[in-house]
């Protein structure tokens, strides 16, 4: 048996003990992510902690949303040729551990959509924004399928207009809002949502105005739906590549649908108040001030990720081949 000299053996584990602890620290935590149970439903394969069935809510959910994205919009239903991974933690704090750890330059959201290359997923959790949050990040996955290329105002704005569940008997809070920002001075411009290429840049009338947009566009006067389905035919036809510089904007669309009006959203603002007088809306209706959350359908995170995790991996390299040398120098031998 060998024996260790007492003093060469505090000194060793006093310098491989900040080593293990760099080490411990990189170590992926997969267990944040559920994999105890996944439910398959047409594109979305849903893991989850607990055990998923047919009549689940969720699953309920997501095959309603999916019937009803395909009809309002166009295109074939997304089967299970293309796949939406959808990940339900188990609360708040274990996604944003989870957030914090494989996505650092994330800003802090209930949920996303985060699409790459090669893959679709949504993330989420338990809470009591779960229906409202996994309809809208599906509602992004789902429009990613079948019409990527289209703005991001658009995609946002269609996103806006599924979130609200389909078994939630409380009314969409979504026209009380806009008709709130109407009264207190705001004024829609189109053009300038068109110009908008950055999510970060959203703000929560943003995502309202765009909103409104697509609603009036999805089931508002007939000039009105007639341009807007052709748009999103033609985003289909053409893919994401193509459609984003062969396309005239929806603005110049709809002005060209009704010639007589100069501005649409002359138009769109007089069908919204249609729908319910702005009269009507109390002085001090609730606002949502919490940007929405938002898809990350971008290289440039995954590039970052990518880098990151690189850096990651030569650092614990380097200094486990630090603890090599300095084993090899105390003992005489390789470890």
């Not at 679709?120 to 779960?130: A, I």
């Not at 739906?225 to 994401?240: H, I, N, P, Q, W």
């Amino acid at each position: 048996m060998h024996l260790y000299h007492p003093i060469r053996l505090f000194l060793m584990l006093a310098l491989i003990a900040p080593f293990q602890g760099c080490a411990s620290a990189n170590k992926r935590p997969t267990e944040l992510l559920p994999t105890r149970s996944t439910y398959r439903t047409g594109p979305f394969a849903i893991h989850s902690h607990k055990a998923m069935r047919h009549k689940d809510p969720i699953v309920q959910e997501l095959e309603s949303l999916t019937r009803e994205v395909a009809a309002r919009i166009g295109g074939p239903m997304p089967g299970q040729d293309k796949t939406v991974d959808v990940y339900i933690l188990a609360d708040e704090p274990s996604f944003q551990h989870f957030l914090h750890y494989y996505h650092p330059e994330l800003p802090s959201r209930r949920a996303y959509f985060i699409a790459t290359e090669k893959s679709r997923s949504v993330y989420t959790y338990q809470g009591d924004h779960l229906m409202e949050d996994i309809r809208h990040e599906s509602t992004h996955a789902l429009v990613n399928l079948t019409h990527p290329g289209l703005p991001l105002w658009v995609d946002e704005g269609l996103a806006e207009a599924f979130e609200h569940p389909d078994r939630d008997k409380t009314p969409d809070p979504h026209r009380e809002r806009f008709l709130s920002d109407i009264n207190s001075g705001f004024k829609p411009d189109l053009k300038r949502l068109e110009s908008m290429d950055d999510v970060r840049k959203f703000t929560p009338r943003d995502y309202r105005e765009a909103w409104a947009w697509v609603e009036w566009g999805l089931i508002g006067p007939k000039d009105s739906t007639k341009a807007f389905r052709s748009y999103l035919d033609d985003v289909m036809r053409l893919g994401e590549s193509e459609s984003v510089v062969a396309l005239k904007p929806l603005s110049t669309r709809w002005s060209e649908a009704n010639p007589e009006m100069k501005l649409p959203q002359t138009a769109m603002l007089a069908w919204i108040g249609e729908q319910k007088q702005v009269g009507e809306v109390a002085a001090k209706a609730p606002v949502d001030i919490d940007i929405k959350q938002t898809r990350l359908q971008n290289s440039e995170v995954e590039k970052q990720s990518l880098e990151t995790k690189r850096s990651t991996l030569s650092t614990t390299r380097q200094k486990q081949s630090m603890l090599g040398r300095l084993y090899s120098s105390l003992f005489g031998q390789s470890k």
